[in-house]
């Protein structure tokens, strides 16, 4: 299944963690704290076990939605790269 996990966590070191938790799962980051990609459903509650585990004590809202994959596939993507200077 088509994972999206996003956070807003205010501590540098634990949102690295729960970044670094991401990348050894496989996700691609697609945003700043936002990262994509496809977990089996064992691997999904794995991922959020770590992450819970590397948050803990620190403020964090963590959300990790799951597509299917027509749902998936109909996402629209806009991304644009300016040199604002």
């Known amino acids: 299944m088509q994972c999206l996990v996003i ?6 070191r634990a949102r690295q963690r729960v970044a670094d938790a991401c ?3 496989g996700l691609q980051r697609i945003q700043y704290s936002a990262f994509a ?5 064992t691997h999904q509650r ?5 992450i819970t585990r590397r948050v803990k004590g ?8 799951v597509f ?9 993507i806009l991304e644009q790269q300016y040199d604002d200077a």
């Open 7 to 12: 956070y807003d966590i205010p501590n540098d």
């Open 58 to 65: 620190h403020t964090a809202n963590v959300q990790l939605f």
């Open 46 to 50: 794995a991922l959020f076990g770590e």
């Open 68 to 76: 299917d994959s027509k749902t998936w596939s109909d996402r629209r």
């Open 23 to 25: 990348l050894d799962y």
């Open 37 to 41: 990609g496809n977990l089996s459903r």
